[in-house]
């Protein structure tokens, strides 16, 4: 047991070595200066739509869904007349 926890702690620092290796040795496409400000102002951008509590598209725009008919119970037979239960027939995810 003594030995095969060794061997595995090993090969986990030399996992974790050659992911570090890769890393420095990994050449980034041509990229601006200019591309990458860019891109972190639309991450900011988004980031702040999350904070905020929605997208600038959607504000105001929101309106209460109502159902035509009752909604259906897990346990109620299904509306499809397969005569199964709702959780075992179409409300399955």
């Known amino acids: 047991k003594k030995e095969s926890f060794f061997e595995f702690e090993h090969m986990m620092h030399q996992i974790k070595w050659d992911i570090v290796q890769r890393i420095f040795r ?11 400000h860019e891109i972190e102002k639309e ?14 598209t959607t504000s105001g ?9 009752p909604k259906v119970g897990r346990n109620a037979p299904c509306p499809c007349g397969s005569g199964k239960k709702y959780k075992h027939c179409c409300g399955k995810n």
């Open 61 to 69: 725009n929101s309106k209460t869904v109502h159902r035509d008919q």
């Open 43 to 56: 991450k900011e951008k988004e980031l702040s739509n999350i904070q905020v509590g929605g997208d600038e």
């Open 26 to 36: 990994l050449k980034p496409e041509s990229v601006s200066v200019s591309s990458i």
